[in-house]
C-alpha cells in the first residue's frame, strides 16, 4: 500500500537526520522523517537504563554544537542550552596528584605548574597554537568538499573562505597546520611538553572513538577536529542541560514545528530505485513512501549495502563503500551506584566534570596494542562523569550514576565474541575505577555494557564506529565518505546522506545535517 508522497524522507532521527529534516521543513518542502527506534535522538539519546537510573547512553557531553544551527533552528527557544560552568577535565596522576584543565588557560598553567613549571609557562602559548590552527580548519567545516573528479575553476572559487584565516595568520602558519595534520599525538606532544599527565590528557582527544593509539599518523588531525568551534579552549567540556537527550528533543521540535511529519518505530527494509534513481522506501511492515529524494543519516555500509543493495551499485563505487574502514573500538559502561563513590583527592565538584583516566601517553598507548589482535585492553582508557550531580533527575536521592567512555574493545574479538566477553570488559572497567575508588565495586547495584556490538544493533552503525567511519586523513573532506558522494549526493539520483560519515565527520555539532540540507534544497529547487 503506497502512502502519501513527499518532497524527501529523511531515514534516521539522530541529530544530523533531525537537523537536515528541520532545515528541509524551514524551507517549505514536504518532509517525513523516519526512526525505527521508539524515540528520536540516535547517538544523543538519555534512557532508563535499570529502574530509577538514567543515563546519556553514548555521549555525556559535546566539544561544540553548530552555532548556526543553533541560531536558524531557534533551538534555545525549543529548550536546548548548556548547562553551566564549563567543569574541565580532571586527570589523577595515581600518586594522589590531579591535573585540572579548564576553559581558563591560567588556571590551568597553575595546576599543570605542580608537575611541571616549564610546561605550565607553554600552556597559553599551546591554547594560541591550536586556535590558530583550528581557525583554518573551520571554514573548511562549513563548506561543501571539492569535486575532485570534476574539479573547475568555479569550484575552486568555493574556496574563497579559506583566505580569511589566510589574510590573518600568514603563510607559515598555512605551512604549519600542513605540517601538524599528519602528526601522531606523540610527535605533537613531544614538541610541548614533557609531564605525562598533560601529556596524557591531551593524548586522550587524537584518539577519541577510534582504533587508533596515541603514536599513529594523523592522530592530530583528530585533536584539532575535537577543537573546532570551541574558541581555543582546550579540552573543552560542554554539557546540555537535561542530558543529552535535549538537544535531539530541541531539533525534534525545531522540525515539526515547521510541519516535518515523524514516523518512530519505523524501521526502512529498503530505498527503492529504478533507473538508477531513488523513489522512496519501503518500509519493514511493506508499505512504501514515495518521495522526490531519499536522504540516509545512516552510514554508508548500512545505506548503500544494506538498503540499496550492492545490485544496484557500480563496482567501482561498491568497492569503496566496501573499503570504508570503519573498526569500531569505543564501548560504554554505565553504573548504577548505592552511593558517590570516594575517589582518592578527588572532591564532589570535580566528578561533576569529565574525570580521564590518563596518566600518561604511554598508559593509552599500552591500551590500544591489546586492540590490534583483537583483544579487550587489560587496563582500558577510560573517561568518566557522574551525571547525577549535575542531574538530579538521573538517581534516586542518595543514589549515583557513574558513566564510562572506554577504549579499547575492538568490534572484531579474536577468539571469543562479544556476548562471551561483555562481562570481562565490564570487570575490567570496574577494576580500575576500584584503584581510583577503593571501595567502588561494593557501591555497584547494577551496571549496563554497551558494546561495540551493540552500538551497531541499537544504532545502525557498522562495527560500532561512533563516527560512522574513521576519522582520519584518509576519510576527511573530499574522501569522505567516498571521493563520490563527499559532497553529500551519491551515485544513486535523488539520494542524498547527511550523517556523520560525511564531511565535516562525527560528533554531535549538527554541521553534517546543515551542510547536507543546504546541497539537497538546492537539488530541490532544480527539479
Known sequence: ??????????????????????????????????????????????????????????????????????????????GFRFASPNTGV??????????????????????????????????PAFCNKIAMLTDFLEPLYGMMPLPIPELDFSNLLSMKPMLAPYR?????????????????????????????????TMAAVGIRHLNQGPMAAGTAFVFLHNHIGTGGSVRSVNFIDGGTKQLAAALESSATSVGVEMLIGSEAKSISVNDGAALGVTLVNGEEVESDCVVSALDPKTTFQGLVGNDRLSPQFSRRIKNIKMRGA?????????????????????????????PSLSYIEK?????????????P???????????????????????????????????????????????????????????????????????????????????????????????????????????????IGNLFLCGAATHPGGGLHCTNGHNAANEIIKHLQSV
Not at 565490564?426 to 576500584?434: A, H, I, K, M, Y
Not at 562495527?463 to 574522501?479: A, K, R, S, T, V
Open 1 to 78: 500500500m503506497a502512502l502519501k508522497r513527499y518532497d524527501a524522507i529523511v531515514v534516521g532521527g539522530g541529530v544530523n537526520g533531525l537537523t537536515t529534516a528541520a532545515y528541509l521543513g524551514k524551507s517549505n518542502r514536504k518532509v517525513l522523517l523516519l526512526e525505527k527506534n521508539e524515540t528520536v535522538a540516535g547517538l544523543a539519546s538519555t534512557e532508563e537504563f535499570v529502574p530509577g537510573f538514567k543515563c546519556n547512553t553514548v555521549m555525556d557531553s559535546v566539544p561544540w554544537i553548530n552555532d548556526q544551527v543553533v541560531f536558524e533552528l531557534d533551538l534555545e527557544n525549543h
Open 367 to 379: 591500551a590500544s596494542d591489546a586492540s590490534k589482535y583483537g583483544r579487550i585492553s587489560e587496563e
Open 381 to 491: 582508557w577510560m573517561e568518566f562523569t557522574v551525571p547525577s550531580l549535575r542531574e538530579k533527575s538521573f538517581a534516586p536521592a542518595g543514589k549515583h550514576v557513574l558513566s564510562a567512555t572506554v577504549q579499547y574493545a575492538p568490534y572484531h574479538l579474536r577468539g571469543t565474541d562479544w556476548q562471551s566477553a561483555r562481562h570481562e570488559l565490564g570487570s575490567r572497567v570496574t577494576d580500575v575505577l576500584e584503584k581510583y575508588a577503593p571501595g567502588f565495586r561494593s557501591l555497584i547495584e547494577h551496571q549496563k555494557v554497551l558494546t561495540p556490538a551493540d552500538l551497531e544493533s541499537k544504532y545502525g552503525l557498522t562495527e560500532g564506529n561512533l563516527n560512522q567511519g574513521e576519522m582520519m586523513l584518509d576519510q576527511f573532506f573530499f574522501m569522505r565518505p567516498t571521493i563520490d558522494s563527499a559532497q553529500y549526493s551519491t551515485p
Open 168 to 200: 590573518k595568520h600568514g603563510r607559515k602558519a598555512l605551512v604549519e597546520l600542513l605540517r601538524t595534520l599528519p602528526m601522531s599525538m606523540l610527535e605533537l606532544l613531544d614538541e610541548w611538553f614533557e609531564s605525562e599527565p598533560l601529556r596524557g
Open 330 to 358: 569505543t564501548a560504554r559502561v554505565h553504573f548504577a551506584l548505592k552511593e558517590l563513590p570516594n575517589f582518592v583527592g578527588l572532591h564532589k565538584e570535580s566528578l561533576k566534570g569529565i574525570v580521564s583516566v590518563s
Open 90 to 123: 580532571i586527570t589523577p596522576d595515581g600518586n594522589g596528584k590531579n591535573l585540572t584543565i579548564t576553559s581558563d588557560p591560567y588556571e590551568t598553567s597553575r595546576s599543570i605548574a605542580q608537575f611541571s613549571p616549564s610546561d605550565a609557562e607553554k600552556w
